[in-house]
């Protein structure tokens, strides 16, 4: 097979370490998709990984629900009063999300 033939349509350039990235990704999918679906034998860790990759890639579920798990947060955005509310509601979703919310 030749490079043109191995080339990815959507990469602009293609090498070894390209291959071995997407290679990676996939195996790694693999080990968080089990561990999503596996429900027995895991450890605490696993558990949590698995948990949590499942709810992120329950598409369903993030349809349905819609933007309604952010409403909150959107309710204190909406309630400010201008400008200088700002970094207080950036303070308190900083340590209410534990996130790296920009900080202005």
Not at 6 to 29: C, T
Request: hydrophobic content about 40%; charged content about 20%.
């Amino acid at each position: 097979m030749d490079e043109e033939q191995s080339h990815p349509a959507d990469q602009a350039r293609w090498s070894v370490y390209g291959k071995l990235y997407q290679d990676n990704q996939q195996f790694l999918w693999g080990i968080l998709d089990q561990l999503s679906k596996q429900t027995a034998g895991r450890n605490a860790n696993q558990q949590k990984i698995g948990d949590y990759f499942g709810a992120c890639m329950d598409e369903a579920a993030v349809n349905r629900l819609g933007a309604k798990p952010l409403q909150p947060y959107l309710d204190q955005i909406a309630a400010m009063q201008s400008t200088k509310d700002l970094p207080a509601l950036l303070a308190r979703l900083h340590t209410s999300l534990r996130t790296n919310v920009p900080v202005l």
